[in-house]
Every structure is written in structure tokens, then in C-alpha cells.
């Protein structure tokens, strides 16, 4: 299916006649202000065309945003696509390759409108995000566990894989050893 008919694709635009406020503003680079007027709410997927093409956000359900000139945003149709796997989806479609320009990357609208994705039923695009999610919450776990290893010192960090070890050391410290792994 073309992009175009998994949802619409809106424009962005300026957003320096505005005053400061809490709404996020998107542009190629991720969030570059706020301001005080909203464009939108998500579920939406802001899609980078000039600038960091390689780059796409995803704005979630109930929030406001506002899309700067440099992007533009898609609102899916619900009974098509959801907005998270979309996002993902095309995180992976290597966008750049796309690029129409030979200074500053650029990402022809007619090209992203025109792009073919693979629509799996709705059934199944959630069961991938399930799945997604499940994966992102044990790698957070692990950046955290690592974290953690992280703060130990050196002396101490070489002190706990001396008692791992269990060639060479007794199994009442083999036992320390574990109790004090399952405390960090």
C-alpha cells in the first residue's frame, strides 16, 4: 500500500510568529522550541523532508505538537495502521535513500506519498508492538543493570567476578557472590 493511503500526510510550518509556551515544536532535529499554539494531537508521525531525513518521531495519543517547516506529519487511519508501527516501520525504511538533493538532504513529499509499505492487519501490527515493547523494556533494564555495575568501583567490580568464578573459590563466597549480584 502507498503511504498516502494509510493516512494523510500534513504539512509543517513556521513557528516563529508564535510566543513561548509548553507545545512541543518538531523540526528535522527533534524537539527545537515551544510555543503556545498546538497544530495537532498524536497519535501522529512526524516524518523529517529537509535537513536529518534519516529522522522521524512519534508523537503520542492525546498530545499536542506542533510540526515546524522542516517536517511534515502523518495521521493514520485507524482502521489501517497503527501510528507506532508505522513510526517504527519506517525508522527501518531508510529514508535517506530517498534524498533528492546534493547540499542539504532533502525527501520529495511525491516520494514519501509514493513509498510502498507492508500493511499487515491490524491484529498483527499490535502483536509486533507487544513484542517491541517487550524487548525495550529489557534492554532498559539492562542499561540499568549496567548502569549500576557502572557505579561500582573497580576494586569492587573485580571482587565480584573473583567470586563468580567457581574453580576457584569455596561455594559459602560463591553464595556472597550471588546475594550481592541480586542486590544491585
Do not use: W
Not at 513509498?115 to 499487515?120: D, E, L, Q, S
Amino acid at each position: 500500500m502507498r503511504l498516502k493511503d494509510v493516512g494523510e500526510i500534513k504539512s509543517g510550518k513556521s513557528h516563529n510568529t508564535y510566543k513561548a509556551g509548553n507545545v512541543p515544536v518538531y523540526m528535522s532535529g527533534g524537539v527545537v522550541a515551544y510555543i503556545d499554539t498546538v497544530m495537532d494531537e498524536g497519535p501522529a508521525v512526524i516524518v523529517s523532508i529537509r535537513g536529518s531525513i534519516e529522522k522521524q518521531y512519534f508523537v503520542s495519543t492525546g498530545t499536542p505538537f506542533f510540526c515546524g517547516a522542516t517536517c511534515v506529519y502523518i495521521k493514520c487511519r485507524e482502521d489501517v495502521m497503527d501510528a507506532r508501527f508505522l513510526f517504527h516501520a519506517l525508522q527501518s525504511a531508510r529514508l535517506e535513500r530517498f534524498n533528492a538533493s546534493s547540499t542539504v538532504p532533502s525527501l520529495p513529499r511525491e516520494k514519501l506519498e509514493n513509498m510502498v509499505i507492508f500493511v499487515p492487519p491490524l491484529a498483527y501490527q499490535r502483536g509486533v508492538l507487544r513484542t517491541l515493547d517487550s524487548m525495550l523494556r529489557a534492554i532498559k533494564g539492562i542499561e540499568e543493570t549496567l548502569q549500576r555495575i557502572g557505579d561500582i568501583g573497580q576494586c569492587e567490580r573485580e571482587e565480584v567476578f573473583k567470586l563468580l568464578d567457581r574453580g576457584r573459590e569455596p561455594a559459602r563466597r560463591q553464595v556472597g557472590a550471588a546475594q550481592m549480584l541480586l542486590s544491585l
